[in-house]
């Protein structure tokens, strides 16, 4: 089959690789259909997280299952799926609490598992992992595209709602204008949030961010944004929902945080740095997140989306096949597109 090959910084390669196979009783070989590239990908690509050459790509997918082992039980030979960015077997303590993500038997799609760029992958802990579709979603082309990013970005932006306490009547400010971000205006919405401010910088992002809810934009960075929000809502936001990683991103998420709000991290960080504890001390500010247990979403954010109250599909604003994923990955690099869809 083919599949997406890192070979090195900015380059990207679809090989032909081995065909994927049941390998222990509790997986499942499913044929791609859809899949993405995240924004998180852009760090092996650009060099900055280092990757070895030979790495599979991908951890973003939905499918069709061709094969399952015999201890299988929750889904067979031709339902279609959903899967999470990462695998969990679904069956230890923390996958039982809902934090799949750090499942002891788990880990994520691509480098040395199969990646979801890519024409199948074997999916280790079917029952644990996927989530079968409706049969009525099959051919439905834009219904499959809203659960979509179900896979990672609007889980993870749901995330950042829920870790920020975001609730009924509060106001919310969201920081980073990539899909997480754009996301996590949905999620926030969805939520209750009353007054939704978004700090970007991409006027075709922004304009994405107000058609998902956002009722306030702050363009400008680091202190004059901080200023324009304490400003706009006369002493910072209750629920601050930080979606970059850096430490720009989080030094202005805990300046702009109400006293005693809460900052929802889910940006991936991109290097060690150290907070702002005094003013989160002095004003009772916590801080809470991490890496979105996103199989634990997936089920409710799957009922929004079917009945049509929930679309985050517009953060994937263009369509690649299998091949064309290297240009993708170019095309998300040079800001000329927020989330590349890929059908192989």
């Not at 079917?126 to 979509?148: I, Y």
Request: charged letters at 25%; hydrophobic letters at 40%; glycine letters at 12%.
């Amino acid at each position: 089959m083919k599949a997406t090959v890192f070979r090195g910084p900015g380059d990207l390669r679809v090989e032909n690789v081995p065909d994927p196979r049941i390998e222990q009783p509790t997986d499942a070989v499913v044929r791609i259909t859809h899949a993405c590239i995240c924004g998180s990908d852009l760090w092996f690509y650009r060099g900055i997280q280092k990757w070895e050459s030979g790495y599979r790509c991908g951890h973003e997918w939905m499918g069709v299952v061709e094969d399952v082992g015999p201890e299988v039980e929750s889904v067979k030979s031709g339902d279609m799926v959903i899967a999470p960015f990462v695998y969990s077997d679904g069956t230890c303590e923390f996958c039982q609490k809902g934090l799949h993500t750090s499942c002891v038997n788990g880990s994520a799609w691509g480098k040395t598992n199969d990646g979801g760029q890519a024409e199948a992958v074997r999916a280790p802990f079917a029952d644990g992992t996927l989530v079968k579709l409706p049969d009525s979603m099959e051919g439905d082309d834009a219904l499959l595209a809203a659960t979509l990013p179900l896979t990672d970005v609007m889980g993870t932006g749901h995330h950042a709602a829920v870790a920020a306490d975001v609730g009924e009547g509060g106001t919310a400010a969201v920081i980073g204008d990539g899909a997480v971000g754009l996301c996590a205006v949905l999620a926030a919405k969805r939520q209750g949030a009353e007054r939704i401010i978004m700090l970007g910088h991409h006027d075709d992002r922004l304009e994405i961010a107000r058609k998902f809810g956002a009722t306030d934009i702050v363009a400008t960075r680091d202190e004059e944004a901080v200023s324009e929000v304490l400003e706009m809502t006369n002493g910072g936001a209750e629920s601050v929902l930080e979606c970059v990683g850096a430490k720009s991103s989080t030094d202005t998420a805990i300046a702009i945080a109400r006293p005693g709000g809460t900052v929802g991290y889910v940006g991936v960080p991109h290097n060690d740095h150290v907070v702002d504890r005094w003013r989160m001390f002095g004003q009772n500010i916590s801080l809470h997140g991490g890496v979105a247990p996103v199989r634990a979403y997936i089920p409710e954010l799957l009922e929004d989306v079917i009945a049509g109250t929930l679309d985050p599909s517009p953060v994937l604003d263009l369509t690649v096949d299998l091949d064309g994923v290297p240009d993708g990955y170019a095309a998300m690099d040079e800001r000329e597109a927020i989330k590349v869809m890929v059908r192989p």
